[in-house]
Structure formats: C-alpha cells, structure tokens
C-alpha cells in the first residue's frame, strides 16, 4: 500500500504500528503521506479547507523546486477548493459579487509558515497563478484574504515547528486565500 487512500471508517484503527484512534469527526481525513499524489484523486470542488503548516522550507537556491507550493500545486488545489462565484462586469474593478452567494462556503487555502522566503515565495506563486502565465481564462483565481481569519477558527494549536522558531526568534506568518470563480455576464 502506498498510503493513498482515503479512510472514511470511524472504526479502531491499527495501521501505524501501536497507534490505535476513533476518528471523532465524521467529515475529517487524515492522510499520511505524500499529500501532492493525493490531490489528483479529490473531487473538484469538494474541499472547503487546505492547510499548509510550517512546511519544510528548502532554504537553499537549488532546492526551491522541492517546495510543496508550486504552480502546479496551486492550480489542484483551486480545483478542489469550492468557490466564491463573482460575475464579470463593471463595478468594483471589473468584477460584481454575484448575489445569493455564501461566504462561508468558499473554499480557503491556509498558510503558515516562520520562514520569510516562503512565505513570500508563496506570494508570489499566487500572483502568478492569478495573472496570465498560468491561468488560461485570464481571471484572478484567488483573493488574498486580509486579514485572515481568526487563528482560532484554523489553527488553536502550536505545533513543535512553531515552538522552535519562536525559540530561535522567528515570528509566524499567517496568510490565506480565498478561492474564486469569475464567470461571464
């Protein structure tokens, strides 16, 4: 097994050597793996969160192409992200939200991360993918949500990663974005 399945079971499970758990949640799937090779077998529009915690920042020049955020990955995860539906137009910079949409129901990549580089790497591998280069329809993908939610709604916890950057005098950076449709008058 190559760890690329999904589990829906609420039943014990005794997978991971010793480790034995009751999912609490019904609508919660952990995978322990290679996240990237999953997202190709996730439905489009399924998704209402991503989260990217403190991922490993491949500080080095030539290790950027190993970095979790790539164009690449952006694009899967607008397509599995649900989205906020906005109608071309005139108003608001050529864009009318379109009425009868929910907020709420939008789908939101999540970041965090102690590690400039990467946070602002990943800026900019969403201003690509929001402008041309990558982006076939020609329309923005994204809003970048400022500020982002509340941390507490995504992120009660501090994990070991985090800890150790505030030891070593590193800030956390939160950043989060909003996935979008703009369609056609």
């Known amino acids: ?3 690329d399945t999904l589990s829906s079971s609420n039943e014990p499970s005794n997978d991971q050597g010793n480790f034995t758990s009751m999912a609490p949640y019904s609508n919660l799937r952990i995978h322990a793996g290679d996240g990237f090779k999953l997202l190709p077998k996730l439905p489009s529009n399924s998704i ?6 403190f991922p490993d920042p491949f500080p080095k020049e030539d ?6 955020i790539q164009v690449q990955t952006v694009l899967e995860f607008h397509r599995i992200l649900r989205k906020q539906t906005f109608t071309a137009g005139t108003e608001c ?3 009318v939200k379109s009425s009868g949409v929910d907020d709420t129901g939008a789908g939101i990549f999540f970041l965090a991360t102690d590690h400039d580089g ?5 800026r900019e591998v969403m201003d690509q993918v929001n402008h041309k280069q990558h982006n076939n329809h020609q329309s923005p993908k994204f809003r970048l949500l ?12 501090i994990s070991t990663y985090e800890k150790r950057g505030w030891d070593e005098g590193r800030s956390t950076n939160l950043s989060c974005w909003m996935a979008m449709e703009i369609v056609p008058l």
Do not use: F, M
Request: proline share 9%.
């Open 1 to 3: 097994d190559d760890g």
């Open 48 to 53: 209402s969160a991503i989260l990217v915690t």
């Open 63 to 68: 290790g950027k192409q190993w970095r979790l």
């Open 93 to 95: 910079g050529g864009i």
């Open 118 to 122: 990467y946070d602002q790497w990943t």
């Open 146 to 157: 400022d500020p982002c939610p509340s941390r507490l709604e995504w992120l009660p916890a």
